[in-house]
């Protein structure tokens, strides 16, 4: 039995960036294979891929729902001209189609492109062309643009040899729809890098549907906050060793709220102490650090819904943001907002004093933890071993272990009680942790429970009548401490103290 070959449709945009009176052009596809044969389980509806691209509502030109392969990303940055830009992105499509391993797995490619100029130049005889000095309608094409399409129609004529076709459909790229959404993202990115000096990149990845789909980082889901704070000054402690691992500060802002220096219940600091880097994150602390001059040793904070976005994953290794003043935005629009912030310096540095400073306390906290005795004590701070709260461990019929969420440890919870000592309280003292500022969500918990996790609960004693708190998660390779800002104090009541409450005094009549 023959092997079905695979088909691709390849969605293609080109973006003109103007500086001043002179020009570049950026280039950008976005492509995806499939199998005839292989049909899709979705119904047909908007968005859907179809053997003849994206479903765009049209019932004369619906296609069948097929199962996507892999996708084909390129992006092409400095093209000096809209052809230029062009016929460099047409070349490197077919450069990965026509590779000796890959004759035998393509059959036909069709460009949904809105420049029906390409159709032309590809299907044009080059010596009619050279005998008019290269003069396409209005525009004659540079000896680089000759180069191109030579190749480019070496490339076209071994493909059609192989009796396979390439086809373009104009029709398809002036309806809109998620492809040609999709490719404007790709030739968007480009303009990170177009300059009016630059040379010309060319970027062609290929991902598999789970890559591009759901891409996966190693950021760690424990941690439960709004803001990554970081600093990329000259005095920055980024990389430094903390007994013999990574600190990444982060913290929860008042809802709602740009003042960073706001204290309030609703804000939270947590730290994020790996004995292995998270790659992600020095890689978005690299690109800050060289494109946001930052002498004076301002504080940055990521917007974390943005820095562990589905869209920033994919193109972190290549043009993960796009500089705006002090701030670095995300070069396309994602999850409904044009250009979202990325990564944002606060400004004015008072703003960040007190960050700075319960980052500082939060990393002594993790000294405490280190350092803690054969009785989980170190100075004034016992810290207790509250798994068992959330976590219980079940055997199967195999003899394998698997550790679940407690069955108590519901969903619709929004406080734990947790009772702990107190050397001058007559009676152990509960303290009610808040999931999300206390301790992490509920769902952070359950994704790493796989991890061998284990939660403490660390309980500060050295004021005579008050509990200072915070909550440890640990794992083999990492240790998250989180703690409220302002509502980590627990003052003790009289009658936890043992005391008894002063009398009224007697009103004399």
């Known amino acids: 039995m023959i092997e079905e070959l695979e088909n691709m449709i390849v969605y293609m ?7 001043n009176k002179q020009s570049k052009f950026t280039a950008g596809n976005h492509a995806y294979t499939y199998k005839i044969a292989e049909a899709g389980k979705k119904q047909l509806q908007r968005g859907v891929p179809t053997t003849l691209g994206y479903y765009l509502g049209n019932a004369k030109q619906q296609g069948t729902a097929i199962n996507i392969k892999e ?6 940055t400095n093209g000096a001209t809209l052809i230029d830009a062009g016929l460099t992105l047409l070349t490197s499509m077919l450069d990965y189609v026509t590779k000796e391993e890959n004759k035998t797995r393509f ?3 069709c ?3 809105q420049h029906p100029i390409f159709e032309k130049l590809i299907n044009a005889d080059l010596r009619k062309l050279a005998e008019k000095e290269y003069v396409v309608g209005k525009t004659t094409l540079s000896a680089n643009e000759v180069t191109l399409l030579e ?3 070496l490339q076209y004529a071994e493909w059609k040899a192989l009796g396979k076709k390439i086809l373009f459909d104009v029709d398809s790229s002036v ?3 998620l492809g040609n959404k999709l490719s404007s993202k790709q030739a968007g990115l480009a303009k990170i890098e177009t300059t009016p000096t630059g040379k010309k990149r060319i970027i062609f990845e290929v991902l598999t549907k789970k890559e591009y ?3 996966e980082t190693d950021f760690n889901k424990i941690v439960t906050a709004g803001r990554w704070y970081f600093n990329t000054g000259p005095g920055s402690h980024f990389y430094d060793d903390y007994h013999g691992y990574r600190g990444y500060n982060f913290g929860r802002v008042e809802p709602d709220k740009k003042y960073y220096g706001k204290l309030t219940p609703d804000v939270t600091f947590s730290t994020l102490f790996s004995k292995k880097p998270v790659e992600m994150l020095d890689k978005l602390f690299e690109y800050t650090k060289k494109n946001i001059p930052n002498p004076n040793e301002y504080l940055s904070a990521g917007i974390l819904k943005a820095v562990v976005s589905k869209d920033v994953a994919r193109i972190i290794d290549t043009f993960p943001g796009i500089k705006a003043g002090k701030d670095i935005n995300i070069p396309f629009e994602s999850a409904g907002r044009e250009e979202p912030t990325l990564i944002e310096m606060i400004d004015p540095p008072l703003l960040s004093y007190h960050i700075r400073n319960n980052i500082a306390k939060v990393s002594h906290l993790f000294d405490l933890f280190i350092e803690r005795d054969e009785t989980n004590k170190k100075g004034w701070t016992q810290f207790h071993d509250i798994t068992s709260l959330f976590i219980v461990e079940e055997t199967n019929k195999k003899g394998v272990v698997k550790r679940k969420l407690h069955p108590d440890f519901k969903a619709n919870m929004t406080v734990i009680p947790v009772p702990v000592v107190h050397r001058n309280a007559a009676k152990p003292v509960k303290l009610n942790l808040s999931l999300g500022y206390d301790l992490p969500e509920r769902n952070n918990i359950n994704a790493v429970l796989a991890e061998d996790v284990k939660i403490w609960v660390a309980a500060d004693t050295q004021n005579d009548k008050a509990i200072r708190y915070y909550c440890v998660i640990e794992a083999p390779d990492w240790v998250y401490i989180q703690t409220s800002a302002v509502a980590n104090l627990r003052v003790l009541s009289i009658k936890e103290l043992g005391q008894e409450p002063p009398k009224k005094a007697e009103v004399k009549k």
């Open 13 to 19: 945009a080109i973006q003109e960036v103007s500086f």
């Open 151 to 153: 190749k480019l129609q």
């Open 71 to 76: 996708y084909c990303l390129t992006t092409v």
């Open 175 to 177: 309806e809109g729809g």
């Open 213 to 215: 789909e759901e891409p």
């Open 107 to 109: 059959n036909n490619v």
């Open 111 to 113: 460009f949904i492109c």
